[in-house]
């Protein structure tokens, strides 16, 4: 053959190549070329509305990056490559049609494989919401970051070209089977807040296998208002000084009692079939039983655990409950170690704080008790922080070690819609409830290097200002970081970005005009001014500011000027900000002294 042809054909070859989709190397499966579709997405069968959501959010994602419209098969293409999607083979005898599947099988329910091999990805995962999660892996391979809630933190990439390689082959798993993140006065929170929230957990894989409820939960079985229940069967509340109350806690040692305990029970997978979990923990507060029954069983802890147990073993009989789970907070009057065991499928949930003694502690002592347990935490809580910013990842870091280190298998962590102040540390606390073993220092220099670009170093100054205490003087050199930070930006999309903390800034000083102003009309007109901003500041989810208005400062109004609920209301605002207005606001606030 002459250099010539022999030249042609290997051209020839080449542009079949790129343009029938098949790889150039049995190492990677491109799935989208110089913007061009070079994949389908493949996936049998009919999924569940997670999953659907998933694979529709995969093949948007990958058009916004790439500019490639891709196409959802059942079935593969034979002149494009594949992103294969499915599930565990559902007998031990079926081989499955993944490379690994044995692999898979070792893997918690959560778990996902990702494997490449001559033009096809295979995305296999345990269960559905496992599938769910390797596709948001695979975006975050591809450059995606979900920084806080809401379109400002999204950090999508533009690359025409999209690959997945032998390199990007993972075995994942969760290390806790729960990890919820939750927001105090979260049923208060407009739809958006409330949307924005449920798609950045969905994003960063904080979904959940393990669900159900793990509240208060004693009022559900006998209620503390119910008059008429009173009225009939005394017995059933606590007894005080020779007398039977509403107030407090039940008396969890009455037969009846723990007959609605186990009815309750039923009722609620009833009505929550694919929960795991369903919560017998006692009401908030104290207030326990003094009767002798309840006395005898032992301390509170032991009586709330008796009556978890009790429940926990019906469950158990049941066939279609036997896989169930009864949780229980080991918090404040259940916080000391009980005197018996748990059942095997009793949870208790050791809280963080409101404790007789330090919670690494009593996690200790209940481990003796029980073989799995969870974890009740409390992040940025509105009455304690006030919307103020921190740091504090080295004592996450911490806190998670020991949990990974303990028999804990799930986390439940309150906290606030503030992610201008505390958005690190819950996007942190999110990577290491996935994979305690991640380095934090490495999870912050992602998050800076993706979601600030050549404003990465000004916006590390800004989050670490927090390291200690929050103060006037540290607001000051935030402002002037932020300021930096936002004439480096370069796209529409960074300034965007920075422009919210920008905002974040704004309510901290005109919380601080309010807290400072006497009582007299300057202190009117700075609740006026700070009422109006942080109406408008809700939907950015920058600060907690909806219960902070409707809850605190609108009966500060109410008891030190009489001012009416109507009145309150007229202050509030609710046009979207403008870019120029930030700038505006910003430059205000460097004019201020700390």
């Not at 020779?242 to 039923?266: D, H, L, M, W």
């Not at 903390?501 to 006497?518: E, T």
């Amino acid at each position: 053959m002459s250099r010539t042809i022999r030249h042609v054909t290997i051209s020839a070859i080449f542009l079949f190549i790129l343009i029938s989709g098949f790889p150039l190397s049995a190492q990677e499966c491109p799935v989208a070329v110089n913007g061009e579709p070079r994949a389908v997405i493949v996936f049998k069968g009919k999924a569940q509305a997670g999953l659907a959501e998933a694979i529709s959010e995969l093949k948007n994602y990958i058009f916004q990056i790439s500019g490639a419209e891709i196409e959802i098969k059942q079935e593969a293409d034979s002149e494009l490559n594949s992103l294969i999607l499915s599930l565990e083979p559902e007998s031990e005898s079926e081989p499955g049609d993944i490379p690994h599947t044995q692999k898979l099988r070792e893997l918690n329910i959560e778990g996902f494989v990702i494997r490449v091999r001559e033009g096809q990805t295979w995305l296999a995962g345990r269960s559905e919401l496992a599938l769910q999660h390797s596709i948001y892996w695979l975006l975050e391979k591809w450059g995606c970051r979900w920084l806080f809630p809401g379109e400002a933190g999204e950090v999508i990439p533009k690359k025409p070209t999209l690959t997945v390689t032998k390199a990007m082959e993972t075995d994942q798993q969760p290390r806790f089977l729960m990890r919820n993140l939750w927001y105090n006065y979260g049923g208060w929170m407009p739809e958006k807040v409330q949307e924005d929230f449920r798609l950045w957990n969905r994003h960063n894989r904080m979904e959940y296998s393990l669900t159900g409820y793990i509240g208060h939960a004693y009022n559900s079985i006998v209620s503390k208002r119910d008059e008429e229940l009173f009225e009939e069967h005394p017995e059933y509340y606590r007894l005080k000084n020779g007398k039977r109350v509403r107030g407090g806690q039940i008396c969890t040692s009455n037969p009846e009692v723990r007959e609605r305990a186990v009815a309750y029970a039923f009722r609620f997978f009833d009505k929550n079939p694919a929960a795991t979990l369903v919560s017998f923990s006692p009401n908030d507060g104290g207030g326990t039983c003094q009767c002798s029954e309840c006395r005898a069983i032992g301390n509170f802890s032991t009586q709330a655990l008796a009556l978890a147990n009790h429940v926990a073993v019906a469950l158990k009989k049941n066939p279609q409950t036997r896989d169930k789970m009864v949780g229980m907070y080991a918090y404040f009057i259940t916080s000391l170690p009980p005197s018996i065991a748990a059942e095997d499928n009793v949870m208790a949930f050791v809280a963080t704080k409101f404790n007789f003694l330090p919670w690494r502690f009593l996690v200790n002592q209940w481990e003796k008790k029980t073989d799995i347990m969870g974890i009740r935490g409390y992040a940025s809580i509105l009455p304690w922080h006030w919307t103020k910013p921190v740091w504090r990842l080295e004592s996450l870091s911490k806190k998670v070690e020991f949990w990974n280190e303990s028999n804990i298998i799930a986390i439940n962590i309150e906290s606030g819609n503030d992610w201008g102040g505390w958005g690190l540390y819950h996007y942190v606390l999110a990577r290491l409830l996935w994979n305690p073993d991640e380095h934090v220092d490495s999870i912050v220099d992602d998050y800076l290097q993706k979601g600030f670009g050549n404003s990465a170093g000004d916006m590390r100054n800004y989050f670490s200002r927090w390291k200690g205490c929050y103060s006037q003087r540290k607001l000051a050199s935030a402002t002037r970081d932020i300021a930096k930070a936002l004439d480096k930006a370069q796209t529409e999309e960074l300034r965007n970005r920075i422009g919210q903390y920008a905002l974040y800034l704004h309510h901290l000083y005109l919380y601080n005009d309010y807290k400072r102003s006497g009582f007299d009309t300057k202190r009117l007109e700075a609740m006026k001014n700070l009422v109006g901003f942080d109406w408008r500041l809700v939907n950015t989810n920058m600060a907690h500011t909806l219960p902070l208005l409707d809850n605190y400062l609108i009966n500060a109004a109410k008891n030190r000027f009489t001012i009416t609920a109507e009145e309150f209301n007229g202050w509030k605002r609710s046009e979207p900000f403008t870019h120029t207005e930030i700038l505006l606001l910003l430059a205000a606030d460097l004019k201020r002294s700390p």
